[in-house]
Structure formats: C-alpha cells, structure tokens
C-alpha cells in the first residue's frame, strides 16, 4: 500500500490530490447506476479488502444492483485454474450476458 499509494494513510490521507483521496468510492458512487460486479482478492496488496466491501456495500445502500465475489486465495490476478474458469469467468460471462440482453441469457444470481 505505501509503494502505490506513496506513502501511508496517515500521513497523505484523504487530503484532495492524494491517491487515497482519489481512489476513494465513497466521491464517485453517486455517478453509478448500472449493474456492479465487485471482485477482490484477499492476496491482494493493492487494494484491502475494505476499500471492495465499501462499494458493494455503497452500492447497495444506492440500490444499484450489485453483487460481491471474494477469492481468499488469489492475489491480484485470480490464477488458480479452479478459480479462474470455474468461478470467474463462468460468474462473469453470466453477469455479462444477462444484463447486455443476450438472449436465453439467465439470472445471475
């Protein structure tokens, strides 16, 4: 987290101009009305799980149509073939379909 986002929190913060300030979902959820899938890793050093639980739970409080996939094993990139065809793409591809309107396409959920 101190590499990308130079330096830590409590010392840049969510001063306006620094990447915490403008990574935050908190400034931009407003703008979002289309469906959101939210995908975070647990390995993941570049952003914490709570940045992820923040939106989906923003979204959802905005009553935008969200879901949440968490993968506890996997860093940045979901890797593991169980992971990444099982899961991903098959979960992905159904969100994808569904709400592009491709026919015969069922719920994602």
Known sequence: MNHNF???F???GLVEGSLYYDWN??????NRARP???VH????YRLPISKDILLFNLLQAKGVTSKF???PDETHFVSN???SLGVWYMKIFKW????SGISNASSPY
């Open 69 to 71: 996939l968490n993968f």
């Open 96 to 99: 994808i379909n569904f709400y």
């Open 25 to 30: 979902p908190v400034l931009y959820v407003d």
């Open 81 to 83: 073939q169980e992971n």
């Open 6 to 8: 130079r330096g830590p």
């Open 41 to 44: 890793s647990d390995n993941d």
């Open 36 to 38: 959101h899938f939210v």
């Open 10 to 12: 409590n010392e840049t």
